[in-house]
């Protein structure tokens, strides 16, 4: 038995105090997508079911993104200074930033969603129409979701499904906007309240935007490339072609 | 004259290729800035004078400025692997990161304010309004302009002006989509014209919150603490408290 638990021990690979360090980083970042994410699904939930007190608490608690990612900036910053990191460690801390930053501006969303749930009258807003817009903020949320788990598990391809999705977030905001402006023609005296509308759809649509974000930087971990201002097409060409990952 | 040649040079401190590196990264940064301003007061100007050549040519010209800021990223990347850069050094680096960024995002707002400008039907604005818009534009424009003032010159000074004056052109943005309500009541038939001009005056508000994040970090460059998320009050308080600045 003891010689078991022997074997065991030096089969293990123990974690030097800089890779600790670096993993607590990235739990930490996962942690705060965690809470961004509790944060976005509440807001979205507020809206459908029109929970002023729900959307009150969220609008109260950015600032709990808002610290976590100040600290998450500064223990990258404490990393790269004490340890000098190179290559891919590097590269693990530099999307770490990047990845922080679009996450604290999904909760910045959050939070707008639910102050504009609180400011407008929710009951002038048809059923029908509410539905579409929840149906969108789904999406994004699902978007959201999948690009934090593409980059937990450092999936190219998960990261490429996130990309490619949000072509369809772009088309079925296009459609809320087209009806949001008929029903302001339809009834101008409700035009203060239905821009207040469009403002959560474009909110919504631009947590779709940071997904998209999350997956490239996902992306630039991996194949050690920054895909932004590239098509689809000529990713999947840079993913062929880089030796460090087999598609 | 021999001898004061020889003095003038045992006076000056020559540069290491590191030292050199880093003062390229920054005038790098500095001509991204520059041509960031340019495309941006193009844009406004387009606006204005309704001129639908200059919005296209800003419109085609953003892809400039997306691969100065890939290039940027890059080059910092770069610096911080071969030199491994610590306390101010690293500081200088990881703020033109964040600073190269935002310009990014102005650069996207001018392509964006351009493309507007090319589908919204300008003969339909009233020319009081369009001179209200543009006033917010040239009000951000400034902003911008002094933000990277700060930057270049270090100078927290100025960089709290920026911020200081952001609530100027936040409370001229509120006025303007107040008057574009109104319109869209007035006029509900000119409602989808008009939404395109309630985008450009966010697109321009949005430019005003970048001068202000470039502000922010050109202050944490200085002091050496990340200033976002906390009130102008609480950051003269940390400028008075800094040692390493007098203010």
Redesign the interface.
């Known amino acids: 038995m003891t010689e078991i638990i022997k074997d065991r021990n030096l089969n293990a690979h123990i974690l030097t105090a800089y890779e600790q360090e670096l993993v607590s980083l990235r739990d930490k970042t996962l942690e705060m997508a965690g809470i961004v994410e509790s944060h976005y699904t509440k807001a979205i939930d507020a809206l459908n079911m029109q929970d002023t007190k729900a959307a009150e608490e969220i609008s109260k608690n950015d ?1 709990i993104v ?2 976590m ?2 600290e998450i ?2 223990a990258c ?1 404490t990393l ?2 004490t340890q ?1 990191p ?2 891919s460690d ?2 693990k801390i ?1 999307v770490i ?1 990047k990845i922080n ?1 679009d996450l604290e501006r999904v909760g910045d969303e959050a939070e707008k969603i639910a102050r504009n749930t609180l400011e407008m009258d929710l009951n002038k807003i048809q059923k029908n129409f509410l539905n579409s817009l929840y149906h969108l903020g789904v999406e994004s949320k699902n978007s959201i979701n999948k690009a934090i788990d593409a980059y937990a598990r450092q999936s190219v391809d998960s990261a490429m499904d996130v990309i490619k999705t949000d072509k369809y977030i772009d088309d079925e905001f296009e459609s809320c906007m087209r009806q949001l ?1 008929s029903f ?2 339809q009834d ?2 409700a ?2 309240n239905i ?1 207040d509308i ?1 403002n959560i759809a474009k909110g919504i649509e631009r947590v779709g935007d940071h997904a998209v974000n999350i997956a490239q930087h996902t992306i630039q971990l991996v194949i050690g490339k ?1 895909i ?2 590239t098509s689809s097409e000529q990713v999947l060409e840079e993913i062929r072609n880089n030796t460090s990952y087999k598609y």
């Open positions: 600032y808002n610290k990612e100040i900036d500064e910053h790269i200074a000098s190179v290559a590097l590269r530099l930033l930053n402006m302001m023609m101008p005296k035009i203060k821009l469009t920054d932004r201002h």
